[in-house]
Each structure stands twice: as C-alpha cells, then as structure tokens.
C-alpha cells in the first residue's frame, strides 16, 4: 500500500499546468520542424515558422504558447492499492485546487476561460476552475495522471457520429474535416475514438490525444493492428487533402492521427474525432509515494533555430491614416505590416455591441471604429514590464453573426483574427469593400511582443474579453479576405489539393 500526500498531488497538478502553460511537448516540436523543412506553401512555411519561434520564446520566457490557456483536462488512474494521507478533497477537488494555484500564480498568470451557468449568465469563475477530470481505479500502487490544457478553438471543432457498422471511418473523416475549418488551428493532431457508446468514444479520443507523437516510428515499422492500419490510412489522406497550415493551404495538416478503440454494440459504430491544435499542451506523471512529480523542463538547444524573413515586398500599414481607398488595393494572400492604435472585441464584446445598436444606444464611449480595424483578441494579464500578456487571434468564424452589422452601422474597415469566415460575411466584406486579415494562431506570444501600448476602453467587466486599444509596431498579417472578396482559406486548400495529386502522379 503507498501513502500518496494530498500536497504532493496538488503541487504537481499546479507544476504541470504552468510548465505545459510555456512548453511544447518536444515529440511535437520534432515533427513540427519537420513540416517546416518540408512545406513548399510558403504562406503556410512562413506560419509553422512563427508557431516555432513563438515555442522557443514562450520556453525561454516562461509565459504562455497561447493567449488561450485553455481548459483544463485531467486523466487520474488511481492505482487500487494506493492510500491517501487526507480524505477531506476529493480527486476533483485536489485537480481544482492545483488548476487553481497555476492559473493564478503571480509569475505567470494564465488566462481564466472557464464561464459557469454555459447556457445562461455565462460568468467567468476568475481562476479557471472547474478542471474536467476523468478517474479510473486501476491495478498497482501509484497514481498516473497525464494533464492538458485545451483551447477551445479546436476543442470547438470535435465531431460525433454513430454510423452505422458497414460504414467507413476514413470516408467520414475525410468528408467532415474540410468544414471544420481552421478555427483548430493546424497543423495539429487528430484523436480519434472508436467503439463503445456514445460517450465513451469522445473520451477515448481525448485520452488518445495523450499519446506522442510518433507516426513516423510506425510508417518505418509498417502497420500490424486494424487501428495502426487506420491511423497511416488517415495520416496520408488527411494531409493530401491540402487544408495546411493554419488552412492556408500545404502539405501538413497533421503531424499524427492517434486512434483509441474499444468493443461496441453489434448494431453500432461510435465515432468522435477531436483535434489538436497547435498549442498542443500536456504533461504525464506517475505518483509514488516518494514527493511531488520530478517534471524535468527540456533544453533550450532542443528547439529548431527557425528564422522567419518577411522578403521585401511586405507593405507597411499606418493604422491611424489608412483609408478605405487604401485598404482596396490590398490583395488576398500579401503580408502586411500593422502599426497605430487598433482597437479589440471578441465574442461578449460584440453581443454588446448589438445590444446597445439595436436599442438605439450607439457604441459605447470611448469606442470609435469608423476607419477602424478590430482585433478578435482576449489577451492574457501583463506580469512584470509587459505592455499586455500573450495576445493572439482568436477564431473570427465566431464573430461572423455580427459583421454585417459591424462594417454597415459602424464604419469599420477591417477585421483581424485567424480561421476562415463564412461565405455571407465574404460577401458582407466585398459589399462593404472592407477587408480581413489573419494573424497566426497559436503564435500568441511572439505577436504580444509587436503590442507596445495597451488601455481598457470600454466593458472593463468582461475581464479579457474588454474592449482594448492597442498600439502596435510592425504587427504582421495576412490579408485573407480582401475587399474584392477573394479568400486565401478558399483558395488555398484547393490549390494545394490539387498539387499534392500531381505531386503523387508525378512519382
Ligand atoms: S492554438 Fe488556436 S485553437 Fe489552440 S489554444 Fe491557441 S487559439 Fe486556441
């Protein structure tokens, strides 16, 4: 029987949580590079260069990889013959209090995500708690417990299907890929569960997004089981279907597929396939009686010396003078650089925005976006001489139910966010002869570092989710939707579709 300290399995749920908060899992590191090496879209080289950069600066500065820090996800086995020196937490409660402390340490305070009452007030709980934790009795005499911490971007994009016996898995997922977008922010990973009932597959996808990466290992060793064979099948497909980087188009989409299956019913074929990002964070750790988890940080040298050069045809942005003649000649696919004041709103800033529109109240004080551009952001709190903490783009496909009203009652010129917009809001911008550009996700510190003044303006209630002016410096995005309607994430991926077939026929 080992005695397990209740302290010790607080301190390693808050250590793990702040190390996977500013490091990357190395195996997806590796196969990162190796992408980089390999991506010939250099729109979508030029983003798994930055997703690169910005791991080496979130490891070397221990602060967050994304200004989303996710929601917390916990498996525990508790091995049978374990005791615990305290019985007044329960598991849950002990993963709280350890989600608790991480995400409120002073050092690097991680972004609190968490909203209570989902379908009603939606309230933030300040300290990223309740964690989703999943236990299991299991043999022996330790605790294993293997912790992520999910972004909601891609947490959003999970699929669920029961089909039916005879149907194929690689059909369905190569069918329902393509309209999940790139608000998952690729290149990522896939999980996929198979079997049991409805509920039990989605977990066994989540669990499997666990695992390493380490499909090259099995190509060079050849498939054996059903779900290796499955798992190469879908590798190879799902990347030859051109989504790439960021959706931008190229040849990764994923680094691995990892498949976790179980016996079903006769008359059933449970499905869910959740991806993950690339913010790809957790840490496993075993519990032996002996103190707290040993969590060893990797070495600097072990991260790629990534180099990012903008080239010289990069066009130069003055924020505070742009016109919307200007922003025409913009073209769908150039890099821009972005300096002066824009302003921020994500998803509870908008719906405010409407409220108050449709009761004839006009924007709120302080906010003026005629010949704006807003920034789809909910930044992480600044520590130390920051100007702001980890700032990133969220998902701009959530905001497409209020452009409309955004560029027609406002005056806005333009969006900034990542993921593809829906084809009425392509259309709203080639009306309104506006534009959208795209910064990349999951590269949230390396884009903060481009913030050099930062002030709440507006809803200061809504914690990260204010409305923020923000003054940058040499900001640098891609114009995915330009005022003419052209679209890179429509564009893109059928390009490099294309592409990859020819590259395979001409083999
Ligand atoms: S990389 Fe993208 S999906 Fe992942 S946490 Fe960051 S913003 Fe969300």
């Known amino acids: 029987m080992t005695v397990i300290r209740q302290q010790d399995f607080i301190d390693s749920i808050e250590d793990a949580l702040q190390y996977i ?24 080289k030029d983003a798994i260069a930055q997703i690169l950069i910005n791991s080496r600066m979130s490891a070397e500065g221990h602060r967050p990889i994304c200004q989303d820090t996710g929601i917390v996800t916990c498996f525990v086995k508790v091995g049978m013959d374990v005791k615990w020196d305290k019985t007044d937490l329960t598991v849950q409660q002990m993963v709280d209090e350890g989600t608790r402390r991480a995400y409120l340490n002073p050092d690097n305070p991680l972004r609190a995500s968490i909203v209570s009452d989902p379908a009603g007030a939606r309230k933030n709980t300040k ?15 330790q605790v294993e417990v293997m912790i992520a911490a999910k972004g909601g971007g891609s947490e959003n994009k999970t699929k669920m299907v029961m089909l039916n016996p005879s149907d194929s898995i690689v059909d369905w997922v190569l ?36 695992d390493p990466v380490n499909i090259q290992e099995l190509l060079e060793r050849g498939a054996e089981t059903t779900d290796e064979k499955l798992r190469v099948e879908l590798y190879e497909k799902v990347n030859k279907l051109g989504i790439g980087a960021q959706g931008l188009g190229g040849l990764t989409t994923v680094v691995d597929v990892k498949i976790n299956s179980v016996p079903t019913h006769a008359a059933s074929l449970p499905v869910a396939m959740i991806p993950n990002c690339a913010a790809t964070r957790h840490v496993h750790f075993h519990l032996d009686g002996s103190g707290p988890a040993d969590i060893k940080p990797p070495k600097l040298e072990d991260w790629p010396q990534v180099t990012w050069e903008l080239g010289s045809n990069v066009r130069r942005v003055n924020l505070d003078t742009v016109t919307p003649e200007d922003v025409q000649s913009w073209q769908a696919g150039e890099t821009v650089l972005l300096s002066g004041k824009m302003l921020t709103g994500r998803d509870a800033a908008h719906k405010r925005i409407a409220d108050r529109l449709n009761k004839g109240e006009g924007l709120p004080e302080g906010v003026d976006l005629k010949n704006k551009f807003i920034y789809y952001v909910g930044p992480v709190d600044a520590v130390g001489d920051e ?6 783009p969220t998902t701009a496909t959530r905001m497409d139910k209020f452009t409309e009203m955004m560029l027609s009652q406002t005056g806005l010129l333009g969006m900034i966010g990542k993921s593809e917009r829906g084809d009425a809001t392509v259309e709203s911008i080639k009306q309104h002869k506006a534009v959208y550009l795209m910064a990349v996700g999951g590269a949230a510190y390396l884009v903060s570092k481009a ?23 040499d900001m640098p995005v891609t114009v995915a939707v330009d005022s003419q309607g052209n679209n890179v994430h429509k564009q893109g991926p059928a390009i490099w579709k294309v592409k990859i077939e020819d590259m395979a026929s001409a083999q």
């Open 451 to 473: 913030i050099k003044k930062a002030r709440v303006v507006a809803f200061e209630d809504l914690g990260m989710e204010a409305i923020y002016e923000f003054e940058v410096e």
């Open 21 to 44: 908060s500013y490091y990357h899992p190395l195996d997806f590191i590796q196969a990162l590079e190796v992408a980089y090496h390999k991506e010939e879209n250099k729109a979508a």
């Open 127 to 141: 300290d990223n708690t309740p964690a989703v934790v999943h236990i299991d009795l299991v043999a022996g005499d």
């Open 387 to 392: 100007v702001v903490g980890p700032a990133g």
């Open 175 to 210: 069918e329902t890929l393509p309209k999940m977008g790139a608000g998952w922010c690729p290149p990522g990973m896939l999980g996929i569960g198979i079997g049991g009932t409805a509920e039990k597959a989605a977990v066994l996808a989540k669990e499997s997004l666990m």
